[in-house]
């Protein structure tokens, strides 16, 4: 079998559980955009331009709310941020695709990134297994949008049918197989008591995922060079 054929089976069939649960989100977050009036078109360009699950119901959340231009626009810039770094991880593992690495980019968030990096500590630099698994996780939520918007008027509660768990579970899902090493562990834990401790003081603030995201992996970065000098 080519060698092409064989990475792209891969990607699609490791990124179709996931796929799944982020079309459900992208559900949800299409039936929420009809219903803050962003109409058909402008819900489904939306998930066209952005592809960002997280960026896109805040944006939807705070619109309702009333909120203006910049304060969305700081939110959903300290949302992303995380991309950054993701984008600095994956730079490697997408270095052959060359020119089009611009185009792999914006494909660069949660899913995509856990599974291309799991792929190139294994096998090494595979743009093609990263657009695979991106494209795969672009049409799954594209087309679920599309499909929330036109029944959104429909529903008049989607919360009711529990699809915005699909967010939280799919980062347990992409978590727990990681939890391999006592430093990673930690990491996990800390970042877990930090958003909860932080989420009581102060509640409904994008910062608290952003300060946990910053301190907890300085707790791994500490045992992980602890463990190193012991040995």
């Given at each position: ?37 962003f109409g058909l078109v ?92 991106a494209g795969t996780f ?94």
């Open positions: 079998m080519n060698m092409t054929i064989r990475t792209i089976r891969t990607g699609i069939s490791e990124a179709l559980p996931l796929a799944i649960a982020i079309a459900a989100y992208g559900l949800s977050y299409g039936v929420l955009g009809i219903q803050a009036g402008g819900t489904v360009l939306m998930s066209l331009l952005v592809f960002s699950g997280s960026v896109q119901m805040v944006t939807v959340a705070m619109i309702t709310g009333g909120a203006g231009i910049l304060s969305i626009l700081v939110t959903a810039t300290l949302l992303n941020l995380r991309n950054l770094l993701y984008g600095a991880a994956l730079a490697e593992g997408i270095a052959p695709a060359k020119r089009w690495r611009w185009l792999l980019s914006f494909g660069v968030s949660d899913e995509p990134f856990v599974l291309g990096i799991s792929r190139f500590k294994k096998y090494g630099p595979d743009p093609i297994y990263f657009a695979t698994v672009y049409i799954a939520w594209v087309s679920s949008s599309l499909i929330g918007a036109i029944i959104g008027n429909q529903i008049i509660d989607p919360q009711k049918w529990g699809l915005d768990l699909a967010f939280p579970i799919t980062f347990v899902a992409l978590l727990v197989p990681n939890l391999t090493e006592k430093p990673i562990i930690t990491t996990a834990l800390t970042g877990a008591v930090i958003t909860v401790i932080l989420t009581v003081l102060f509640p409904g603030t994008p910062l608290n995922i952003l300060v946990a995201g910053v301190l907890a992996p300085l707790v791994g970065i500490y045992l992980k060079e602890k463990n190193k000098n012991v040995d």
